[in-house]
């Protein structure tokens, strides 16, 4: 099997700090207040209750995102003041507007970097086996690596090196905080997620895989080069093994992968985790499926990331009920 039994990490936005940074999302759940930290409890508690590993995954979008979601109407906050263009939503059909960004200062980036140390720590009182460090898909970490998006002249815009320097200086205080065997991260190097693509996501994504290996984390979970853009498959020359070589702990890939695909990923050792979206969200029982080779749930985009408690969440049926 690709993994029978998978973490499972989870979207978990939070307001930053010193900033009080709001997420772009509406009805998205945080981790950033003492209220929140006891939510998470028994839904922690809950998962484990059913032999499941549990990450919380951390993150901050941005420039992604407008006024009406920060606190006062103030500017969305990036490593520039580049304003992201109208997109499609999720659904194809709705389009989101963003505010212009403000460029954080030079001194206030270690505030921000110490409020993802808070969130790992919140994630930990609440009972969760680990975090993941959202660094992918065009928000705010992602933003600081892609060349395309950092214009700054400090020492975290310019060369590879400093462009890199706030997402391992947010790896490294969260590694202190809660420990190195407790800390993932996502990447897209190779992604052109909400405008942030990069001129050379091969050498991106290799010098991050490298030099997360001074921090001895748990696993880099890398998104496939195909998945350029977030709704379809491209066909790609490129390859995320020489990331998979570099880096010394578990390395996990993801996108549009499927049963078979999964497979021959890690018996070739091409990954040693292959991570579910979509399909693990139609199908609750997924790894039982898998290990069946049962048909699966087909998942229905136009219900992604509805405020909507039930439909396109828990109304996806198990392989019993379905026999």
Not at 33 to 42: H, L, N, R, S
Not at 285 to 312: C, H, M, Q, W
Request: charged content about 25%; aromatic content about 10%; glycine content about 8%.
């Amino acid at each position: 099997m690709a993994a029978k039994h998978p973490p499972i990490p989870l979207l978990t936005p939070y307001k930053m700090g010193n900033f009080n940074l709001s997420h772009r999302y509406p009805n998205t759940p945080g981790i950033w207040t003492k209220e929140q930290v006891e939510a998470w409890k028994p839904i922690v508690d809950a998962v484990h209750a059913k032999c499941g590993i549990f990450f919380c995954q951390i993150w901050h979008v941005g420039r992604v995102s407008n006024q009406e979601f920060q606190p006062n109407g103030q500017a969305p906050i990036s490593c520039t003041d580049k304003p992201l263009l109208p997109q499609l939503r999720a659904n194809g059909i709705d389009v989101a507007e963003f505010a212009t960004p403000r460029r954080l200062r030079t001194d206030e980036i270690p505030h921000v970097v110490n409020d993802f140390r808070i969130a790992a720590r919140n994630a930990m009182e609440a009972g969760f086996d680990g975090v993941e460090i959202h660094g992918a898909h065009g928000y705010l970490i992602d933003q600081f690596m892609k060349d395309e998006v950092n214009d700054r002249t400090d020492q975290y815009g310019g060369s590879l090196e400093n462009r890199c320097r706030f997402a391992l200086e947010v790896v490294e205080a969260v590694v202190n905080e809660i420990g190195a065997d407790k800390v993932g991260i996502r990447l897209s190097p190779y992604a052109n997620y909400c405008q942030a693509g990069d001129s050379n996501p091969g050498a991106l994504g290799l010098y991050m895989a490298e030099s997360l290996n001074r921090y001895g984390i748990l696993y880099c979970h890398m998104i496939e080069p195909r998945m350029k853009t977030m709704r379809e498959i491209v066909e790609c020359p490129h390859s995320l093994l020489p990331m998979r070589k570099v880096f010394n702990g578990t390395f996990i890939v993801a996108g549009g992968y499927d049963r078979e695909e999964g497979n021959k990923a890690v018996a070739d050792n091409y990954s040693d985790l292959v991570a579910y979206g979509r399909v693990f969200l139609a199908n609750p029982d997924l790894p039982k499926r898998f290990e069946l080779d049962a048909p699966l749930n087909r998942y229905n985009r136009d219900t992604f990331y509805t405020t909507d408690s039930v439909i396109g969440y828990t109304d996806y049926p198990f392989l019993e009920s379905t026999a």
